[in-house]
Every structure is written in structure tokens, then in C-alpha cells.
């Protein structure tokens, strides 16, 4: 591991009121990096796969922390996602309060887990629950939005400057916390805000409001946006038409979140985000229209606005999608629309049992992280349902989906962080109907079948839930790992062979392919089970007839494979 320097720090964290002093390894700063179109967050100046979950968090801390550890554990984390709230941060103007800040890192390190932090501000589910009472009394300085008809709404303006510049303190004195208190970087990233928008007017209509959406569009977001209209300098109207109210909301509270962002950035430059309530991405209904099909929150970094996003706020690094979709078309839909070649994909929430193996979905589009949400058992002791002996239980039922997956990838973390960063892995899920998937690798294809398998035919798991990734290790060896599916390999011939010439493939015992005239059959010169121990994968035992002679078969049991082959 490199050591930039070694610091004394001076532990913000008090133990019986006396401060903790010790001397802390100063650690790289965690940050994200492009290199051929793919993206990683490094870690220890290294690809580093967030293995997440994000506690239920609409309840005070840090009194609810015993109940979420042992369902981390039990999940198999490398790190936690947790809420700071402005109002419990800043009780009264300028007094900061940091002792949760100070128990989340004292207790993540007992845990030995990274945070990543919700800077709950402004606006949490787009509204200004969080913040400080001394600023919801007073709502001529700090006004919420005003609808079309004049009237309150449940939502802050982002056009209010003392609002902005309350949010940019306090997290700033958030974020110099952060630095002075952890050198050993147990926080990862930090959200700005969360979910932001609106919920009950498309836009803000108060008098601020109105002057600048009748004033002219800044020019930076029309060239982002490619806009071409008569005028040099069209106001919002004759620049986007129809999505004017929509657009000009997404920029306003952009721009603002990206002032918080910047200002923060300013005195620890982490890796911040902004995560998005999504819209139905193929049938969304109107923005901010309450009681509408379809309504969705307006603002916010939706699918359609990114650009703007991206123009408004470039101290945020990731624009992250809180995949919830029910209909499994439209939540990959959604993994596909956010991972951008300006946007690395992330997923800071997600949920849906039945959602578990898309988990592998957005392993295959490169993700630095997932999250699911509330697995934890401070929301099943909120349910009045159950009595306390169940409340305190591990609900195995609702966790596992989820723990199988961080079970199986988490001893190679490291390594399929990395292999994906090089663009070597390719990872799928079952999906209603689509039983069969190749995946090609050069002169390899690997072809993954969900649900009992023939000739590598499947027939689909009763319910979906296969998931498998495949990752190039040389040029005839591969990691295979997964659940519910059969994995095997099929030559695919040179480049040059597969755009001259029509290969055949073959369906006989060992998958084949008619190339030059000649039938290729893929053999198994090596089946290892094993497992990665510090970067270096220790064979357990080796597999071979039954076992491999149909393909190899994945169960329930978190199974990792190194496969060697060849051609007879
Ligand atoms: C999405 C929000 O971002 C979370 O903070 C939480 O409120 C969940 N919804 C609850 O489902």
C-alpha cells in the first residue's frame, strides 16, 4: 500500500470528552479515473469495486448504529452509505456539531468498512426537511418554491441565495471535519444532497424565479445542448420549447448543487455525486404534476437532463440513478442510460429482492458501486408488525439475493475491480425470455445458459435469477463465477476468420465451430476451483468429468473457477 506521508492527526473523535490523538498513515485520496472510455474508482491508488448498502436513514443517529452492523456483516459489505443531517450538524447558525460524523468513522473503522456520506442539505426526496429549524422560520430568507399559481410548495428554491450560501458553509465546515478527521480515507465519496428536485411544481415561479427564465439562456448550456435558434441569445421558451419549465429547473437546481459540490471540493476534493429519483425511462409522464400517471420528480438529474447536469455542475463527478424500476426492461434500461462515457455508471440505491442479480447487469457496464437500500434492521424494529424478538432478528428471507452476491465477489473484489477497469470482464443476469447469452472474448465466446441446461441451452430458473461474469485471465484462460446458470466455451476464431468467412458452430458434446474448413472443439485442459487470497488465486481442487463434461454448472454455492482451454 503507498504511503504519501504519515501525519499526526488529531482524532476529532473524543472518548469520555478527552480527544484521541494518534499518529494516522495519511492515505491517498480516493478519486475517479478515465482511461479508454472506462472508468474506476481508485482506492489506495488502485480500482476499488463498492461492494454497498445504504442504512434506512430518515431516523436520528447514532442511537440506531448496533442494529446495523450485523447486517452488514451479514452482507458482506466493503462499505456503508450513511446520511449526515444539516439540521442535527447545524443546530444553530455557524455551531457545528460533528460528534455523528465522529461516530460513524470511530465505529465504520471498528468494522472495518468504508463510508461513503449523504450530505442531507437542502434537499432530501426534494424537499427542505433537513434543514435547520432555524432556517424554516425564517422563510423570507430561506423561501421555499412557489407554483404556478402563486402558492407554497413543499420544496426549497434554488433560487434563493441565502439558502445557498447557508448549505456552502455548512458543508464546507462538513468537508474540513472530513479532512482534519480522516487521513486514512475511511470516506469514499460524498453525495451532495439527495434526490433533489421537486415533487409538486415542475418549476420555481417566485419573482427571482421568473426574471431569470424570461432572461436569456447562459451560453454554456447552449452549447452543451446544441441548441440552434434565430436569436443569439434565446431566453428559455424559445431555446427548449415545450421542456423550457423542466429544463430551466434542472439548471437552477444544478447550479446551485454544484456551488455546495465546489465549495466543498475547495478544501477536500473527494469524489461527490448527485443521485437521481428516475423517471420511467420509457414511458415517463409530465414532471412535477402531482396526482399525473407517471409524475416525476422535477429538477433532479432524470435521465433527460444529464447534459444539462453535467453543463450546470461540474464539481460533481457521478450523476447516479436510484434504480428502483419495477419492470426489469426498464431497471437495466436505466444501468444503460447512466453509464456514459461522461458518467461513470453507480448505483448508491437500489431495491427489489428480486432486483439481487442486476447487480451482475451493472457489473457488466463497468460500475464503480451498488448499493441496495434499508437492509437494515433499524427499518423491520420501526415496523409496529412485529414484535421485538422478530424486529431484532436477522431476516434472512430479504437479505440473502443481496448477500450472495457480495459473498461470491467479495474475496476478489480487488481483482474483478480491476479486470473490469481493463475492460477483460463481462458479467450478465437472467432475463424473462432470454435464456441463452455469448459473450464474446476474441478467439473465445463464453456462452452463458440460465436454468437446467442442454447442448448450453437453457431453459430459464423458474423465477430469474442466474447471474454469472466471465473474465479474460490470458488468452486461453478465463474466471468464471455465478449463480444459477451454466457457463462454457465455444471457439470464435481469428478476427480476420470471423469477418471473411461464415463459422458454424457446432452443438456436440463440446461446443465447436466449422472454421477454415475445419471443426474446432473447445477442451478443458484445466478446471480449478479456488479462491483469490491477497491477489493471487489458490487453487482448491479441480474439476473434471461429471463435473465439467456437460459445461460447468453453477449453484447456489458462492463458486469461483479459473478455466484453461483448448482446441481439438
Ligand atoms: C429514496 C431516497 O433517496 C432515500 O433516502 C429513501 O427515502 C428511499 N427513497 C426510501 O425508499
Redesign the pocket.
Known sequence: MKLTSVVLAALAATLGGASLYAQVEERPIPHLVKKEGRYALFVDDAPYLMLGAQVH??SSWPVELPKVWPAMEYLNVNTVEMPIYWEQFEPQPKQYDYTMIDTLLTEARQHRVHLVLLWFGTW??GSQHYMPEWTKLDLTRYPHMVDRDGQAVDSPSPHAAASLDADKSAFTAFMRHLKESDPQRTVLMVQVE??AGSWGSVRDFSQAAQKLFEGPVPTELLSAMRVKTVSPSPNWQQAFGPDADEYFHAWSVARYIGQVAAAGKAVYPLPMYA?A?LRNPFNPGPPGLPGAIGNYESGGPTDNVISIWKAAAPALDILAP?DYQDDPAAYLNVLELYHRDDNALFVP?T?GADKARFFFSALGLQTIGFAP??LDYTHRAADRSLNQADASRPQEEFLTPWAMNYRLVGPMQREIARLNFEGKLQAVAEEQGKVTRTLPFGSWNAIVSFGAARNNRGAGNPKPAGRALVAQLGDNQFLVAGYFCHVDFRPAGTEQQRTSQHIVEGTQQNPSALIDGKWQHRQFLRVEEGTYEDGVFKPIRIWNGDETDWGLDFSSEPVVLRVTLGIY
Do not use: L
Open positions: 436513514n430518515s432530501k426526496n439527495n434526490e443521485n429519483a436510484d440505491e431495491g437500500f434499508g
